[in-house]
């Protein structure tokens, strides 16, 4: 069976090389760490495994680890008995459970508490848990799917995450590359984003014009795919002709589109433009990095080099 992955393929490198490793993966039936700004496609990455797994006719079971608070998290992943604590008048399935012989996608796994890893870890381990207030030891065979926007590794390293957990979900990472390091893929992505909102709000735009595509390319993105897709969905609900233009794009969105671009490049007046940007950007954030970087959407590395070229006072 062909690999299924809903949405965009595109061409980067660094997100083919993501969809070959989920591919590669998804029959293999082993734990798997999904990496990646809030945004890149990890719980969607998390539906494709699973879809292309020999599991896929038994659930894939969610569970945001960011989103309860500890007892209940707990309580919501092992189950409990009836009367296990004030309130819980019912027994309850855990999800480790309820994800018996399927998958179970532990989002935000970056926010669990050391002690509700301790837990985890020992399922990993064994196979074993119990239901809060029980004590009959159930069995259950789960594949984990785990993501986090963290990065992992330092956080072990700190002694914010358990090492042994780390290294239990850490067999296979896959690191989904954030937007801005994949601008290529922005024109099929903003086309794929404008046919399915205009399907969705019945609405006849042909095109999007090629500075909306221009400003696109130099914004940076930290919201990812998603901020791209509400980009375009609220684009497309104000668009009033059969082309999106400037106009449709948030405001701060639009000064992107002049800023210089391949044709200016192309023309060899790029280079004292950019120079005089960086410079301007670094004068206005006074001299940090980090945020000058962010305001023209490079990465640290282009910064700092084109800081050198310049021979910027910085
Ligand atoms: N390759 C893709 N093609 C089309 N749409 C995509 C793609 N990747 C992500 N999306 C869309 O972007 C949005 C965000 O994706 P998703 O929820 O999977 O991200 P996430 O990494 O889990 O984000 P967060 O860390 O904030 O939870 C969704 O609406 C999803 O449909
Ligand atoms: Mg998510």
Redesign the pocket.
């Known amino acids: 069976m062909a690999f299924e992955?809903?949405?965009?393929t595109?061409g980067s490198p660094s997100f083919r090389e993501a969809l070959r490793l989920l591919e590669l993966v998804s029959p293999a039936d082993t734990t798997v760490l999904l990496l990646?700004?809030?945004?890149?496609?990890?719980?969607?990455?998390a539906q494709a495994i699973h879809a292309n797994s020999p599991r896929r006719g038994r659930p894939l079971v969610v569970v945001n680890c960011a989103a309860l608070p500890e007892p209940l998290l707990e309580s919501e992943l092992f189950g409990h008995e009836k009367g296990a604590f004030t309130g819980a008048a019912t027994r309850k399935e855990g999800r480790f459970q309820v994800g018996d012989r399927g998958a179970l996608f532990l989002?935000?796994v970056g926010e669990l508490s050391l002690a509700t890893q301790a837990k985890i870890l020992r399922v990993l381990q064994t196979r074993e848990f119990e239901p809060l207030g029980s004590n009959r030891t159930l069995k259950v065979d789960v594949r984990i799917i785990a993501?986090t926007?963290r990065d992992l590794e330092k956080e072990a390293r700190s002694g914010r995450f358990r090492e042994d957990l780390f290294y239990r979900l850490n067999v296979f990472p896959i690191t989904?590359p954030p937007l801005r390091e994949r601008r290529e893929d922005l024109p099929l992505?903003a086309r794929?984003f404008l046919v399915r909102h205009c399907e969705k709000h019945r609405k006849k735009i042909k095109a999007v014009a090629p500075e909306v595509i221009h400003s696109f390319q130099r914004y940076n993105w930290p919201g990812?795919?998603?901020e791209l897709?509400n980009v375009l969905e609220r684009g497309v609900i104000l668009c009033q002709t059969d082309t999106l233009t400037l106009r449709e794009l948030p405001p701060a969105m639009q000064e992107y589109a002049f800023r210089p671009g391949a044709q200016e490049e192309a023309a060899g007046a790029w280079p004292d433009l950019e120079r005089e940007l960086i410079s301007r950007t670094l004068q206005k954030v006074a001299g940090d990095r980090g945020q000058a970087r962010d305001i023209l959407g490079i990465s640290q590395e282009e910064l700092d080099l084109k800081i050198r070229t310049y021979g910027l006072d910085y």
């Open positions: 992955f809903p949405g965009v595109g990646g700004e809030t945004g890149t496609g990890k719980e969607l990455a989002d935000e993501a926007n989904l992505l794929h990812n795919i998603r897709e």
